[in-house]
């Protein structure tokens, strides 16, 4: 069964860190790049952050570098996106999302498999 599945959002307070996890079924996991990208109320789905199939190549959102940090568990097939500092405009929903090759990329239509997602809400 093909499957992406978020979890670890949640309400926290500006400045306070927060760990999203997403598992994936072996099949979807396995020689995919994986992505991160979140969706605020009335706006689009963005970029947050993708990591290759081995995990040796990573990029994030400019805006994002050196708060967010995108990593996978291919023992575990789970990827992680630590987000540390977090500011009330991190507030979204968060969608893990598996890509439709190895390599890293940003573009939402590159991504084959999708998350229902996990609520972030940072309050000031």
């Known amino acids: 069964q093909v499957q992406v599945v978020e979890s670890g959002g949640g309400l926290v307070q500006a400045g306070d860190s927060l760990r999203l996890s997403c598992a994936a079924s072996?099949?979807?996991?396995?020689?995919?790049?994986m992505g991160w990208f979140r969706q605020a109320p009335g706006k689009e789905r963005e970029f947050v952050a993708t990591i290759s199939w081995g995990g040796g190549s990573t990029s994030y959102a400019d805006s994002l570098k050196g708060r967010f940090t995108i990593s996978r568990d291919s023992a575990k097939n789970t990827v992680y996106l630590q987000m540390n500092s977090l500011k009330p405009e991190d507030t979204a929903v968060y969608y893990c999302a598996a890509a439709n090759g190895p390599t890293i990329r940003r573009e939402v239509s590159e991504y084959r498999y999708w998350g229902q997602g996990t609520q972030v809400t940072v309050s000031s």
């Open positions: 072996g099949r979807i996991f396995d020689r995919r790049a």
